[in-house]
């Protein structure tokens, strides 16, 4: 069975950092591009960022420069660390694993980010 389980949230103050995990089983990892959603209350879930099984990142015009994805094969993880984080961030963050040759992609259950002072 597939699973992504996401970790590393909480509530953190204005200007604050989280490092949020997701660890894959389940999946050849290699074969993976993996990703961060988020979904704020109110709004559509939105892509935060994502790397490739060669490490090429892209973010969403929001969180460049101040949130980095990373990943660690032999761990099959992918990670987010999130930093100088605002209240706008506040969502749930999701992991997304989407094969790189086949129309198949999977989703964790969410970890809570609450911004707030």
């Known amino acids: 069975q597939v699973q992504l389980v996401e970790s590393g949230g909480g509530l953190v103050q204005p200007g604050g950092s989280l490092r949020l995990s997701c660890a894959a089983s389940?999946?050849?990892?290699?074969?993976?591009?993996m990703g961060w959603y988020r979904q704020a209350p109110g709004k559509q879930r939105e892509l935060v960022a994502t790397?490739?099984?060669?490490?090429?990142?892209d973010y969403a015009d929001s969180v460049k420069g101040r949130f980095t994805i990373s990943r660690d094969n032999a761990k099959n993880t992918v990670y987010l660390q999130m930093n100088s984080l605002q209240p706008e961030d506040t969502a749930v963050y999701y992991c997304n694993a989407e094969h790189i040759g086949r129309r198949i992609e999977y989703w964790g259950q969410g970890t809570q980010v609450t911004v707030s002072s």
């Open positions: 389940g999946i050849i990892f290699n074969f993976y591009t």
């Open positions: 790397i490739t099984v060669r490490y090429n990142t």
